[in-house]
């Protein structure tokens, strides 16, 4: 156990430095928009650059793999979207802010530096290929959500046309379709532009995990939402268990891409639930809330994940 609270514990408590700082340092909020675009544009997508140019090619064309993981992620946010619509009678719009915060992990911030850290290199290749095809995913499904929603009127061929770009145009898809090249012709960068490509990978996990718990200070909890009820377990439980069955169920994988799977789907809400949110004007501060009690209540629920992970106590696949 001391060994998973040595993994947990530094992790968690940059989140808890950022947040404390945050409290107690006076400084503009819009001062963290220069943090966040070197984590965004510069610190992760060079750490994915890195990541995936050394890999095998072969390793980067599992479909089976990314198809598998994005729809046991899919099939939670229905779940929500679901018992949002017609159980809660909510809007289009607010059910799926709902299905998003149930479903949409903080695979960008919190997924690489814990599962590298957790599970070595070998969890490099399954953490590109779920970041890359999850968000592509969710890029498409909420402004087509929104739009069904009635939140805004907009062209078919303006709605496509604006999810591609966001999409195709993202700095961490661009980034990982760089090192797919890469690996796919066996090419390095020079040592001096590689040597600069290691310092902003190394930059990565601190400066995000840091800039999340500002985020989290800076959106107190002003009230706590019914559907946290339901939200919380199917987030932090239902998905990673849904994620491990699926994965069982379809294939044989490496061990650690299993893990690496089931690591990111325990992750909680992330952060651009409320981004997503406060674009469409919809369930902004129950979005802020739930990501504040998932992120607090995952240290307990990760470190219990980590613990069977390293004890061996979760097999590679439920139905040998």
Avoid at 112 to 134: H, N, Q, R, S, T
Avoid at 229 to 257: C, E, Q
Avoid at 299 to 312: D, E, H, K, M, P
């Amino acid at each position: 156990m001391t060994e998973i609270a040595g993994l947990v514990l530094p992790f968690f408590g940059l989140i808890f430095l950022g947040y404390l700082t945050a409290r107690f340092v006076e400084h503009p909020g819009e001062a963290m928009g220069w943090l966040n675009t070197f984590i965004i544009y510069l610190a992760l997508p060079a750490l994915f650059f890195k990541l995936v140019s050394r890999t095998p090619i072969e390793q980067l064309t599992r479909a089976d793999f990314i198809l598998t993981s994005v729809g046991a992620t899919y099939v939670v946010f229905s779940l929500i979207f679901i018992v949002g619509l017609y159980v809660r009678r909510n809007s289009v719009g607010e059910a799926t802010i709902q299905g998003f915060a149930a479903a949409y992990g903080n695979i960008g911030y919190m997924g690489p530096g814990l599962a590298l850290l957790a599970l070595g290199d070998a969890a490099a290749v399954p953490v590109a290929l779920i970041f890359c095809f999850e968000n592509a995913a969710h890029f498409t499904v909420a402004p087509a959500m929104m739009a069904l929603s009635g939140g805004r009127k907009q062209n078919p061929a303006a709605l496509a046309v604006g999810i591609a770009r966001k999409i195709i145009l993202h700095p961490f898809i661009l980034s990982t379709l760089a090192g797919v090249v890469a690996a796919f012709f066996a090419a390095q960068p020079p040592l001096p532009v590689q040597r600069l490509i290691d310092y902003l990978a190394q930059a990565a996990a601190p400066c995000a995990l840091f800039a999340m718990g500002v985020t989290l200070a800076l959106r107190p909890v002003k009230r706590i939402p019914v559907e946290i009820g339901y939200i919380v377990p199917a987030k932090l439980i239902l998905h990673p268990v849904l994620v491990f069955t699926a994965l069982s169920l379809t294939g044989s994988y490496d061990p650690v891409w299993v893990q690496t799977a089931v690591l990111l789907a325990a992750l909680p809400t992330a952060t651009n639930v409320f981004v997503i949110g406060h674009q469409y004007g919809v369930w902004q501060e129950r979005a802020s809330a739930t990501i504040l009690i998932t992120t607090l209540l995952s240290v307990a629920t990760v470190t219990g994940l980590l613990y069977l992970i390293r004890s061996g106590a979760l097999p590679a696949d439920l139905f040998p």
